[in-house]
């Protein structure tokens, strides 16, 4: 098992099998196929609680001013004095209690997930742009460029992927003429361009598996037949019929993304905002120092965050993919 | 099939050089392996480092590099391995310890999480959209949510620290969180070597009957809708000889492939667990070469990772072939 | 049943013309398959009567979601579970619907046999096609495999297997469309069945070869004297084999008949849309029946076939029309009497 979530394990061509759905051909022909996907998505219980819990949590973290309580950097005000407050427990001052200076974690971790949040999507969103456009040109022109991306991505996806993270990390760090692009090695940026980086290629291998699968479909020979170029196919007729998948690529690729900056953060390879910002990341690696001393909340609670946004968003992708699983929109039995 | 696999052997030889390559020179810009040992070796003598650069093959320049990759392959193939930079230790006898630490490490995780896995799977698939397979699928999909440093992080903290307080009494409750054997221990002792293994195996173990149950059960919900399976059932035949001389027998067949391929990238592939369980397997070979850009432990740890993976793909493709009459390899 | 009164009188299926020849074997009475769905109940079969007699060959006759299909598999216990299974079915007195799963298995593939559409999806991949055979053989009777394997090859060689030895010992994959589907046959008729439903089984060949299995079905029902349900959306294969012909549409059957009678003097609008769809020599232009099939979900009041009838009048919203007899044939169209009379050109 790779360790981190990487797009290719949730492989949305992954059969789901609802049976329940099949009924031979005789329902409704009067809902468009968005109609009924949404139809579908509403009806996988566990993916509308996740969309819901997602929303509020992504609303309380953009409210951030509002919802914390303190600054990012903020110390709080001394309970006892003469007291330090240094890593206190949770306690009615500090909810989730305190770090290593004092900062109140429950603030902290409001505006670490909305920055490891905004990484996350960021990532995701220019992998799956990349991904696609690399996926569907190689699907449909096949030849030896299709045969070269899918060496490539063999050779990157065939290496442990913390692995071949780290080492592109540093290479992409080492070439002087890239760093006006990427930005240090410790910016966001950089992390942000690392992910999308990795994230491309199991956006690419499944938007080309689309291409290929629809390739051969009548509608794409009477496309043809009328004069219509390969792009114009690509673009109004296969990408359009590929949104399902690309669709639960994204959802998948967020997690990935979050989760990947979250392992790179744990092992100090990660962003360093410097000291007015934290990530979600963050505040989970620095949990490796306060395992052996006691303080359990420094702990439980970023985890606790973090494995509650992959549920949600897991979840979430799970319901898209049952919802506009190709498998179910068989004809008459 | 002997020709399909001597075929496959031969292309595998210019992929591993191609691939060793990238590698070589990957590493070489990512870590700058002269920096790493001149940091290690502070005092070293300027002949050393050209001693160094010499065995290594790490000659500067585009045509340097080239150079410098035949040299490191002329070196590795022949068994003329250089040693590590940090303590000059010979690179093998380590290399071969994590290697066999990680089989035992991985074998053990993806055996519960096969067993375990396909298990769930078909109780659920038997019963699709029931209550039973919605708490599998689940519980299924809360588990690989859990990435494996946290499940790590909390396992540790929960048997480092808590066990001992709660529970003193109870020594079988306090798992080692660390280490192969305790330290000072010699030989080999089955029971130490568990109880050790015990906790990085349940982080392992978290992610892989997750991703095992997920597949069995799609694979076996595949099969159940097919048309043969109709046709099984039309036969009069008892459910149970339905389920496992049909359903089952052609729904292990993705499951096989996709473990032969999957254990090919264990291999290397649990470098946060063994780091966080200070186990002494590949992945914190790795880390720690990493870490001191140590380019002759680096190397042959990538060729074997890239072994491993090759050797396992192979093992996925002549199975299917075993398993599926209508796959013919020529 | 007092004189006078309307067509609202229902006459017992057995009383309908065009009965089967000889004791039924295989009875339907009111049968009805609902899905729940997660857009509702879609009624895919709303009250079929139907009698099957011992080696008499029936063809049943729809175009997709008709419910010919479901019909059948119903009865066998083959469809998903979110199927409900209302009415009758019985198999020589076995009443199949609401059957324990024991009992259906004893009547599968022993006493009725049912073979698909698409032979290759059909047959399981990993095993030899004898081993197969074999199977369905051992699970209802006691026979050791090697006379079981015999066995196999003899059947085999009855549905015109050449060099069935070898053959046995193959893999699905190895065999032509027109063998497999030759092969499920000699499947199907290894426990000797009273009834074999043949759901389709020409449709994915070629008319070469759809000639050679019907010949193959022809042969088992002379020599065997097993009844055939011959399942198709395919009048010319109605027209060549079968004895009796049962039209259906929306879920219900529209008319009965001996096939020479059905194809010389239809009388439902629905079978006469069917034969006039046909393209034929001499005939100019094809004349296909406007409209499509009803969603089931809601089924139309009345005579579902109204809305792309021709012939349709305000009263066939009115009521279920039920088959009832019509000269040598059965018809559910209440206005047969006028339409014939009247001799409506195609």
């Given at each position: 098992m790779t360790e981190l979530l990487s797009p290719t394990l949730l492989d949305p061509s992954e059969p789901s099998?609802?049976?329940?759905?099949?009924?031979?051909?005789?329902?409704?022909?009067?809902?468009?196929?968005?109609q009924m996907a949404w139809r579908r998505f509403r009806s996988h219980r566990p993916a509308m609680i996740s969309a819901v819990i997602l929303l509020l949590l992504v609303l309380f973290v953009l409210l951030?001013?509002?919802?914390a309580r303190y600054g990012v950097n903020e110390p709080i005000f001394r309970t006892e004095a003469g007291r330090s407050n240094r890593y206190l427990s949770p306690r009615a001052e500090a909810w989730f209690g305190t770090d290593d200076i004092g900062r109140d974690l429950y603030s902290r971790l409001i505006y670490g997930t909305r920055v490891s949040l905004a990484i996350g999507l960021s990532a995701a969103v220019i992998a799956v742009v990349i991904g696609t456009a690399i996926g569907a040109w190689a699907g449909i022109r096949g030849g030896w460029f299709d045969d070269v991306l899918m060496r490539v991505t063999d050779v990157f996806l065939a290496f442990p992927f913390l692995v071949a993270l780290l080492v592109t990390r540093n290479m992409l760090g080492e070439i002087p003429w890239l760093e006006p692009i990427v930005g240090e090695r410790t910016s966001i940026r950089f992390v942000i361009l690392l992910l999308a980086l990795f994230g491309?290629?199991?956006v690419a291998r499944v938007v080309r598996g689309q291409v290929l699968a629809l390739k051969e479909r009548e509608f794409v020979e009477a496309a043809r037949a009328l004069g219509a170029s390969n792009r114009r196919i690509v673009v109004r007729h296969l990408l359009p019929n590929s949104i399902g998948p690309i669709l639960v690529a994204l959802t998948f690729s967020v997690v990935a993304a979050i989760i990947a900056e979250s392992t790179l953060s744990f092992f100090g390879f990660g962003p360093q905002p410097g000291a007015d910002a934290t990530s979600l990341g963050l505040l989970v690696g620095s949990s490796k120092e306060n395992v052996l001393t006691g303080n359990w909340w420094m702990v439980l609670f970023p985890c606790a965050t973090l494995v509650l946004l992959a549920l949600t968003i897991n979840m979430i992708g799970d319901g898209l993919r049952d919802a506009t699983d190709p498998k179910l929109q068989r004809g008459n039995g | 099939m002997l020709r399909f696999v001597v075929r496959r052997l031969m292309w595998a030889v210019p992929t591993l050089l191609v691939v060793t390559f990238l590698v070589y020179v990957a590493i070489r810009i990512g870590t700058d392996p002269v920096a790493s040992y001149v940091r290690s070796n502070a005092r070293a003598s300027q002949a050393k480092i050209d001693e160094y650069i010499e065995r290594n093959g790490l000659y500067e320049g585009v045509d340097g590099y080239i150079r410098g990759y035949f040299r490191w392959l002329g070196g590795f193939l022949s068994g003329d391995w250089p040693r590590s930079i940090k303590g000059n230790q010979e690179v093998w006898p380590d290399l071969k310890n994590a290697m066999g630490n990680s089989l035992r490490l991985a074998g053990l995780g993806a055996l519960v999480g096969i067993v375990l896995g396909c298990g769930f799977g078909v109780l659920a698939a038997l019963k699709p959209g029931s209550i039973r397979d919605g708490s599998v699928n689940t519980t299924a999909l809360v588990m690989l949510s859990i990435p494996p440093f946290v499940s790590a992080v909390i396992l540790q903290m929960v048997f480092a620290v808590y066990t001992r307080q709660w529970f003193p009494g109870a020594r079988w409750l306090h798992f080692p969180t660390s280490g192969v054997y305790p330290p000072g221990h010699r030989g080999f002792d089955l029971i130490e070597m568990l109880r050790h293994l015990t906790l990085p195996v349940t982080v392992v173990a978290i992610q892989s009957v997750a991703v095992y149950t997920?597949?069995?059960?799609?694979s076996l919900l595949d099969v159940l809708n097919s048309d043969y399976l109709r046709t099984a059932r039309a036969k009069g035949i008892s459910e149970r000889r339905v389920l496992v001389h049909h359903a089952l027998r052609n729904a292990m067949l993705p499951i096989v492939t996709l473990a032969a391929i999957d254990f090919g990238l264990l291999f290397g592939g649990l470098i946060i667990t063994e780091r966080i369980f200070e186990y002494p397997g590949l992945g914190n070979f790795f880390l720690t070469a990493y870490s001191n850009g140590d380019f002759p432990q680096l190397m042959p740890w990538m060729v074997i990772v890239v072994i491993a993976v090759i050797l396992f793909n192979l093992l996925a493709d002549l199975s299917y072939a075993f398993l599926d009459p209508r796959i013919r390899l020529d | 049943m007092s004189g006078g009164e309307e067509q609202t009188v229902t006459v017992p299926p057995d009383q309908l013309p065009a009965g089967p020849r000889g004791e039924p074997v295989l009875q339907l009475r009111d049968f009805r398959v609902t899905f729940s769905t997660l857009f509702g109940d879609v009624q895919a079969v709303r009250g079929i009567d139907l009698d099957v007699g011992a080696g008499e060959m029936v063809g049943i006759v729809g175009e997709s979601g008709s419910g010919k299909s479901v019909t059948f598999l119903g009865l066998m216990g083959l469809l998903p579970r979110s199927a409900r299974i209302t009415g009758s079915a019985t198999v020589g007195g076995t009443q199949l619907v609401g059957a324990s799963p024991k009992v259906l298995n004893r009547v599968r593939g022993r006493r009725v046999a049912m073979i698909f559409q698409d032979p290759l999806s059909a047959l399981n991949p990993v095993h030899r096609i004898g081993d197969q055979i074999v199977e369905m053989i051992q699970s209802h009777q006691r026979m050791p495999k090697k006379r079981a394997?015999?066995?196999?090859v003899e059947l085999l060689g009855v549905v015109g297997i050449p060099q069935p030895r070898e053959r046995a010992n193959q893999y699905p994959h190895e065999f032509s469309g027109g063998m497999r589907q030759r092969v499920m046959i000699a499947m199907a008729i290894a426990n000797d069945p009273e009834v074999l439903v043949a759901d389709e089984p020409t449709t994915a060949l070629d008319v070469t070869v759809q000639a050679q299995i019907l010949e193959v079905l022809q042969r088992i029902r002379r020599e065997m004297h097993t009844a055939i349900v011959l399942i198709t959306h395919d009048l010319g294969v109605v027209a060549r084999v079968a004895d009796r012909v049962q039209v259906m549409y929306a879920g219900r059957a529209v008319e009965r008949g001996d096939v020479e009678a059905?194809?010389?003097?239809?009388?439902?609008p629905y079978t006469r849309g069917?034969?006039?769809s046909l393209p034929a020599l001499g005939r100019q232009r094809l004349s296909p029946i406007p409209g499509a099939p009803p969603n089931m979900l809601n089924p139309p009041s009345g005579c579902a076939f109204r809305a792309r009838c021709p012939h349709a009048v305000p009263a066939c919203a009115e009521g279920l029309?039920?088959?009832?007899?019509?000269?040598?044939?059965?018809?559910?169209?209440i206005r047969a009497e006028e339409l014939a009379a009247v001799e409506v050109a195609p």
């Open positions: 099998g609802d049976v329940t759905a099949d009924a031979q051909g005789l329902t409704a022909r009067s809902l468009s196929p968005r951030a001013p509002l919802t491309w290629m199991g | 997920r597949y069995m059960r799609a | 394997w015999e066995r196999a059905i194809f010389d003097h239809p009388s439902h069917l034969l006039s029309p039920e088959l009832r007899p019509f000269g040598d044939l059965a018809t559910a169209c």
